[in-house]
């Protein structure tokens, strides 16, 4: 997603569905899947990961998020041109 030569929805869409203006760009979601995926169910119990208000208590969480911003933060040097 990071080297999309498109907007930031663009780069939105990709991050969190794996496509860009409808086409497939990558395998899966690279933000929501692995909350669900690492963070996952054991038993009938969620992860806290999976978890929207306990995510943070979960250590991957803040690795996770900052390999989610550093896609964003090289989009935007890719596509410094396109920042409004």
């Not at 963070?39 to 803040?62: C, H, Y």
Request: aromatic share 14%; proline share 4%; hydrophobic share 30%.
């Amino acid at each position: 997603c990071a080297n999309l030569d498109a907007y930031w929805y663009d780069w939105y869409e990709c991050v969190e569905q794996g496509t860009a203006g409808g086409v497939k760009v990558v395998s899966g979601s690279l933000h929501s899947g692995p909350h669900g995926q690492v963070g996952g169910k054991s038993g009938d119990d969620s992860g806290d990961l999976e978890d929207v208000a306990s995510s943070p208590n979960d250590p991957i969480f803040f690795f996770h998020h900052a390999d989610v911003d550093r896609n964003a933060y090289w989009w935007m040097y890719v596509n410094s041109d396109k920042r409004a």
